[in-house]
């Protein structure tokens, strides 16, 4: 079987310059007459890995001296419960905003373990907007500001950074390295890699250095950034093979001229795919136009027979996880840099042919 177009939503497409250098590597990597797979994570090769794919990753975001960069394990889901642990004492308070899944189950943490205050929602319209917030929204004394700044689910996007005397905490895990921001507006930046920086298994926490041993004498070593901060990540084995494979993403993405010029693609794939949802009489997008996300893109056709038949056919066309998440319903094309345009002029095309058939 030939390689499909993959427009899963994570884990998700990776380049192919990437795969193909990784398969080159595979069974010796150079100078080590082993797999990355295979070698001490304290070893000269894996040193040189790891910190090329640091200083890969800072590069390519322009990340400050003044942040660590950590690679951890347990995905974005256990960052849900760290953040909480470290930057929030007993009796402090945290804001975040819910707009979907991923915030919701991040406000469950923040609320389990310490005090999170939901200070706004667009649980009202199924989470297809982005709620705008103001200073005075926000609770006084509150340490810092959770929201997610690309929702995977829903296609919605925070476009710019909401308003807040707090700490600025993002959940970028479906949007990092889609384009080009200012780290210095944030305070904690954490992303799962397997949605658009590798394979799944690392997460990377980029933050501040004056956050770090803020936790308490209680929180698990484990849990506590300054553990990871310390040992430049390697206090224990960390995720050897996807810090390998970040590294190469992160060169492949320098190699096309870095993220100005990945976000100037990225936005053509998504005008091209909302060009085309717009345009038709069949098919209708599911966000407000201003929100919408160019990662992940929901779309819907009138009827469940039809958002059923264009499965079926896209999936033999060679046009793979297309499916809606079931809060949405309908299709998602998640179209992260792993997804070329030609992908997305590919399913582009079967939306058209489908639309000709069935109007
Ligand atoms: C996928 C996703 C998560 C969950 O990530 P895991 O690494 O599976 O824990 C959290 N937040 C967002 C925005 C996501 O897209």
């Known amino acids: 079987m030939a390689r499909v177009w993959n427009f899963s939503?994570?884990?998700?497409?990776?380049?192919?310059?990437v795969l193909k250098k990784a398969q080159e590597q595979m069974v010796e990597y150079p100078g080590a007459g082993m797999s990355v797979m295979e070698m001490?994570?304290?070893s000269k090769s894996f040193t040189e890995i790891i910190t090329t794919a640091e200083a890969n990753l800072r590069s390519l975001m322009n990340i400050p001296d003044s942040y660590k960069v950590l690679f951890l394990q347990g995905g974005a889901s256990s960052q849900f419960a760290m953040v909480p642990l470290n930057l929030l004492a007993e009796g402090e308070t945290a804001?975040?905003?819910?707009?979907?899944?991923?915030?919701?189950?991040?406000?469950?943490?923040?609320?389990?373990?310490?005090?999170?205050?939901?200070?706004?929602?667009s649980e009202d319209e199924n989470?297809?907007?982005?709620?705008?917030?103001?200073?005075?929204?926000?609770t006084p004394g509150a340490k810092y500001l959770h929201f997610t700044e690309n929702n995977t689910i829903y296609g919605t996007t925070f476009y710019s950074v909401p308003e807040t005397d707090a700490r600025i905490v993002t959940?970028?895990?479906?949007?990092?390295?889609?384009?080009?921001?200012?780290?210095?507006?944030?305070?904690?930046?954490?992303?799962?890699?397997?949605?658009?920086?590798?394979?799944?298994?690392?997460?990377?926490?980029?933050?501040?250095?004056?956050?770090?041993?803020?936790?308490?004498?209680?929180?698990?070593?484990?849990?506590?950034?300054?553990?990871?901060?310390?040992?430049?990540?390697?206090?224990?084995?960390?995720?050897?093979?996807?810090?390998?494979m970040l590294g190469l993403v992160c060169e492949e993405l320098m190699n096309m001229g870095g993220l100005a010029e990945v976000e100037r693609i990225n936005r053509a794939k998504a005008e091209l795919l909302y060009n085309t949802i717009d345009?038709?009489?069949?098919?209708?997008?599911?966000?407000?136009?201003?929100?919408r996300s160019i990662t992940n893109i929901p779309f819907v056709l009138p009827t469940d027979e039809l958002n059923a038949a264009f499965i079926a056919e896209a999936t033999d066309r060679g046009i793979a996880n297309i499916k809606g998440h079931r809060s949405v319903g309908?299709?998602?094309?998640?179209?992260?840099?792993?997804?070329?345009?030609?992908?997305?002029?590919?399913?582009?095309?079967?939306m058209k042919e489908f639309e000709k058939k069935n109007k």
């Open 9 to 17: 939503a994570g884990p998700s497409a990776l380049p192919i310059n």
């Open 40 to 42: 001490s994570h304290r």
């Open 95 to 121: 804001d975040y905003i819910n707009t979907g899944r991923w915030s919701t189950m991040a406000i469950k943490e923040g609320q389990k373990l310490r005090y999170a205050q939901v200070i706004a929602s």
């Open 127 to 138: 989470f297809s907007y982005i709620p705008k917030i103001t200073k005075s929204d926000c």
């Open 171 to 244: 959940d970028m895990s479906s949007s990092i390295l889609s384009r080009e921001v200012d780290v210095n507006q944030y305070d904690l930046i954490y992303a799962g890699a397997q949605k658009n920086m590798g394979p799944a298994g690392v997460t990377v926490v980029i933050v501040r250095e004056e956050l770090l041993g803020m936790a308490d004498s209680s929180v698990p070593t484990m849990f506590n950034y300054q553990t990871h901060a310390e040992k430049d990540s390697l206090f224990n084995t960390p995720p050897t093979f996807g810090i390998y």
């Open 279 to 291: 345009e038709s009489d069949l098919f209708s997008g599911t966000v407000r136009v201003e929100d």
């Open 330 to 350: 309908g299709m998602r094309a998640s179209i992260y840099n792993g997804v070329p345009m030609e992908g997305v002029a590919f399913l582009v095309d079967f």
